[in-house]
């Protein structure tokens, strides 16, 4: 998928064949460094919507540290199930939350994911 | 930061100011879909190296689930601080892992992050 600034395309696409289990949202954000407050004024708002859809888990907002890099805020976020992933974003609200014209400076890429590998670090004696 | 195949870029940039704190990498890959196993056999060969260094902390291995993903998989790790992940990145162990030559096939975008924020949902009654 690539980047897009259209409100209908602002949705990840549905898994291909039926997933069960919870799935990750990996979204990636292109944000002017000058335009950090503005993005952050717009996802902030935004994501109070989903934070309070059933089946939303979890979610991390990172910014980029590393100079040069396209993607300058990704937001890394767990759904219980793709169904409720797809309910919360096929309604009104969220149409008219991603449809603010606001959104089209900074395009971004959504896509569902789901983890094959895990792994932490033992802990050290 | 755009795709490379290069084995001197297969690392994250530095930060570009000091940073304290943990640091996440986010590192995109270009898998074709009947490649999988020859990706997955090389990233885990690569990521036990990782695993083992000093102020690795987590990782999670994600793996596109909506059709027509440029990047199929997603590493997302977090590091105890930039220090460590930049010293687990520039020792030859490391440079002949990235040196492989089947890494061509996969072209990647590695770059660090930081957790700006952090969320998760309320239990449910």
């Known amino acids: 998928m690539s980047d897009t600034i259209k409100p209908e395309e ?8 039926i997933h069960d289990g919870p799935v990750t ?13 503005a993005f952050l004024d717009l996802w902030t708002g935004t994501s109070g919507y989903f934070r309070a859809q059933p089946g939303f888990v979890a ?12 993607y300058r805020y990704i937001n890394v ?17 969220f ?8 959104w089209s400076e900074f395009p ?10 895990e792994s932490a670090s033992a802990p050290r004696g």
Chains 1, 2 share one sequence.
């Open 10 to 17: 602002r949705t990840a696409a549905a898994p291909a064949a």
């Open 25 to 37: 949202l990996v979204n990636c954000f292109v944000v002017h460094p000058e335009r950090d407050d």
């Open 77 to 93: 976020a767990t759904w219980a199930s793709a169904e409720q992933f797809q309910a919360a974003h096929a309604n009104p609200e």
């Open 108 to 117: 971004s890429s959504p896509a569902l994911y789901e983890v094959v590998t």
């Open 59 to 70: 979610l991390r907002l990172h910014r980029a540290l590393s100079p040069g890099t396209h």
């Open 95 to 102: 149409r008219a939350l991603v449809g603010q014209p606001a």
